[in-house]
């Protein structure tokens, strides 16, 4: 099988299918993080359509939906050297429009697509735990679940090509919302002198718990941003919610704010930083760390 992407998520993703025993062509634009995967055994292919060319099955985990078009569509692209009766599995966080409308040209020739974006963060990655939310045909989502559940816990087929992209976009708004509510629960609670840890104990344990000061409790206590899921990442992914919220008349007001939130962040050179660093603007307008 081929894998196309091998960035924070990707590495670990494909990591984690080696492991279970699937033998992987992989190819990645930077060369050298292939290369480390190559140590465990992975083929190395000099482009994605190389990739297609020597896989029934493809998984692409990429930036977003630029990249999934170029990569899928392009001149070297999957789509150039797929073979009949594959299967492409896009990961990445895309477009739900793109996704559909890349499952037609990918049935025309005979090759079955889905959309199966992820959510858990690098940690998930790491620990094959990873929500999948699957869109596509239910006779491919069977042919990948084995695929899947090497890398994820919660897999889901959630409804016809473009679907698993809606839920994520439905997913990437609940995650900003709840960064940036924990992020003013936490300055509240500190400027009036109780400690941020303190906060989080009590809320873990009430209705306002939740899965961001699980995962993220300890890089909003320290301020270590190093990136787990990157803030520029965050609002590219809010740019697609907000693009779905036009198409189909949804009002999507708060998303927009906590978006420009994070093109503040982007604008102050924060954008490779972990996305729970939206505290850091928080403490500045508030006057307090």
Same mark, same amino acid.
């Given at each position: 099988?081929?894998?196309? &992407?091998?960035?924070?998520?990707?590495?670990?993703?494909?990591?984690?299918?080696?492991?279970?025993?699937?033998?992987?062509?992989?190819?990645?634009?930077?060369?050298?993080?292939?290369?480390?995967?190559?140590?465990?055994?992975?083929?190395?292919?000099?482009?994605?359509?190389e990739?297609?060319g020597?896989?029934?099955?493809?998984?692409?985990?990429?930036?977003?939906?630029?990249e999934?078009?170029?990569?899928?569509?392009?001149?070297?692209?999957?789509?150039?050297?797929?073979?009949?009766g594959?299967?492409?599995?896009?990961?990445?966080?895309?477009?739900?429009?793109? #996704?559909?409308?890349?499952?037609?040209?990918?049935?025309?020739?005979?090759?079955?697509?889905?959309?199966?974006?992820?959510?858990? &963060?690098?940690? &998930?990655?790491?620990?094959?735990?990873?929500?999948?939310?699957?869109?596509?045909?239910?006779?491919?989502?069977?042919?990948?679940?084995?695929?899947?559940?090497?890398?994820g816990?919660?897999?889901?087929?959630?409804?016809?090509?473009g679907?698993?992209?809606? *839920?994520?976009?439905?997913?990437?708004?609940? *995650?900003?919302?709840?960064i940036? #509510?924990?992020?003013?629960?936490?300055?509240?609670?500190?400027?009036?002198?109780?400690?941020?840890?303190?906060?989080?104990?009590?809320?873990?344990?009430?209705?306002?718990?939740?899965?961001?000061?699980?995962v993220?409790?300890?890089?909003?206590?320290?301020?270590?941003?190093?990136a787990?899921?990157?803030?520029?990442?965050?609002?590219?992914?809010?740019?697609?919610?907000?693009?779905?919220?036009?198409?189909?008349?949804?009002?999507?007001?708060?998303?927009?704010?906590?978006?420009q939130?994070?093109?503040?962040?982007?604008?102050?050179?924060?954008? &490779?930083?972990?996305?729970?660093?939206?505290?850091?603007?928080?403490?500045?307008?508030?006057?307090?760390?």
């Open positions: 099988m081929g894998f196309v &992407g091998l960035g924070i998520m990707g590495t670990s993703m494909a990591r984690n299918l080696i492991e279970d025993g699937h033998e992987l062509v992989i190819h990645n634009r930077t060369r050298a993080k292939a290369e480390k995967l190559a140590m465990l055994g992975a083929e190395v292919a000099t482009s994605p359509r990739v297609a020597r896989s029934d099955v493809i998984i692409t985990m990429l930036p977003g939906p630029p999934v078009e170029e990569v899928l569509a392009g001149e070297n692209g999957l789509l150039k050297g797929v073979r009949d594959s299967l492409i599995v896009d990961m990445s966080t895309s477009s739900p429009l793109l #996704a559909q409308e890349l499952s037609r040209t990918a049935n025309t020739r005979g090759v079955g697509m889905l959309d199966a974006p992820v959510s858990g &963060g690098d940690i &998930g990655a790491i620990e094959g735990t990873l929500s999948i939310m699957v869109g596509g045909e239910k006779e491919d989502f069977e042919r990948a679940r084995p695929l899947f559940e090497a890398m816990k919660t897999i889901v087929h959630v409804g016809a090509a679907a698993g992209q809606t *839920v994520k976009a439905c997913n990437q708004i609940v *995650v900003a919302l709840v940036e #509510a924990v992020s003013e629960a936490l300055v509240l609670g500190s400027k009036a002198g109780v400690k941020p840890e303190k906060v989080i104990e009590v809320l873990s344990g009430g209705l306002a718990a939740n899965k961001v000061m699980e993220k409790g300890e890089k909003f206590l320290s301020h270590d941003f190093a787990g899921g990157k803030v520029e990442y965050h609002r590219k992914d809010l740019g697609i919610s907000l693009a779905a919220g036009r198409e189909y008349g949804v009002a999507l007001t708060v998303t927009a704010l906590v978006d939130l994070f093109g503040t962040l982007v604008a102050q050179g924060k954008g &490779g930083w972990d996305h729970s660093a939206l505290i850091t603007l928080i403490e500045e307008w508030s006057g307090a760390r």
